[in-house]
């Protein structure tokens, strides 16, 4: 028996009616948690998705606040929250998508010291960071705690996915060993980024998420699909562990969290 | 270095990785992102990407289906028929 109620299955009735999901499927995205990492372009995107899936319990990471550029992109906010905490303004944004998900707010940044705390508490997390440090340091903790996690990054017109399962499957580090020299890659504040490329990345990785939980389909492990929006294409590639990652290999040199301290010039100014 | 291949034994000790050989004086057929392409610059990955409009800083490289390490870019060498894929670092998402 489905503990779902009346109302709820009226809501999900589009997911239910899927043979692939059913009401047992529907049962499992509410028994499960997920854990997305910033409140900005992808995170808006994947949250929306999430949460009006009925994923039962959703934490969100987030320590900025709501600026007017936010706005071409992150869709989660509306004007009248320019100002705002984000972590507040998106969990109000959930609470009126779906009262039925327990949300989980943490105004702070991802560190070394309460990364593991965190992550601890969910089934599966999303990657919506804005900087190299942060991404690595997620992508090394979720290797050493065998987490699942879905990776995504946006420029210009472009995107990348790819999901992880944690010490099984390649991870970012097997494909980009190493973060880009600071101030070598732009950042979106710096080149700029056209925000429906935000949604199709953080819809996918929603959709990453959905289909690991219920158990549907091929999750994109051992892949990286890159979208690149002006030619309107995707370009998938295969990615194979690396026995010399330095995190998921036979023998790795990183063992402890490293947190990238360099002053990157690539990060977006606070303004 | 991360790959495996046979190292040439003339000039600079370039890896090679694909089975295709040199051709003296003639462009390089490859399939760069899945399109063919005849190349005609030096043969080693940091040309490449060069005469693509790539920096090399932001992307990293796949050739014949192995993953390059970046600072092995300029110790690689491109065989005819080699496929090369970019895989670019994007770190924007929350900014």
């Known amino acids: 028996m489905f503990n779902l109620s009346e109302e709820e299955i009226e809501r999900y009735s589009r997911h239910i009616i899927l043979p692939e999901v059913g009401g047992s499927g529907q049962q499992k995205l509410k028994e499960s948690s997920v854990l997305v990492i910033g409140a900005g372009g992808l995170g808006s995107p994947a949250l929306l998705y999430l949460t009006a899936a009925g994923v039962g319990r959703i934490g969100v990471i987030e320590d900025d606040v709501v600026d007017l550029t936010n706005l071409q992109r992150q869709v989660l906010h509306a004007t009248p929250d320019v100002g705002k ?47 190299f440090p942060t991404r690595y340091l997620l992508n090394d903790a979720c290797v050493m705690k065998k987490k699942t996690l879905i990776e995504g990054g946006i420029l210009r017109f472009m995107g990348l996915i790819m999901s992880i399962r944690g010490g099984e499957t390649a991870c970012y580090r097997c494909v980009f060993e190493e973060p880009p020299p600071p101030g070598t890659v732009p ?64 023998k790795p040199s990183i063992t402890e969290l490293v947190e990238y301290t360099y002053a990157c010039k690539t990060q977006a100014p606070k303004t | 270095m991360a790959a495996g291949g046979k190292i040439s034994g003339k000039g600079p000790e370039l890896l090679k990785l694909g089975s295709g050989q040199a051709r003296p004086g003639l462009p390089l057929n490859l399939i760069v992102q899945g399109k063919k392409q005849a ?11 060069e005469a693509q409009g790539e920096n090399s800083a932001y992307v990293n490289i796949r050739i014949n289906g192995q993953i390059m390490v970046r600072r092995d870019f300029e110790n690689i060498s491109l065989c005819e028929g080699d496929r090369v894929d970019f895989l670019y670092f994007m770190g924007g998402g929350n900014v």
């Open chain 1, 85 to 131: 905490a984000k972590a507040a303004s998106a969990s109000e944004t959930m609470q009126r998508i779906n009262p039925h998900v327990e949300i989980d707010v943490y105004q702070q940044r991802l560190t070394k010291e309460n990364i593991f705390d965190i992550l601890d508490k969910y089934d599966v997390i999303v990657d919506g960071v804005d900087n």
């Open chain 1, 187 to 250: 950042s979106c504040a710096e080149a700029g980024v056209l925000g429906a490329v935000a949604g199709v990345v953080g819809t996918l990785q929603a959709t990453e998420v959905l289909k690991i939980l219920t158990g549907i389909g091929k999750p994109l492990y051992n892949r990286l699909l890159q979208f690149d929006a002006e030619e309107l294409r995707f370009h998938e590639v295969k990615a194979k562990r690396n026995p010399d990652c330095p995190v998921c290999g036979k």
């Open chain 2, 39 to 49: 190349y005609s610059g030096p043969p080693d990955v940091r040309s490449l990407l």
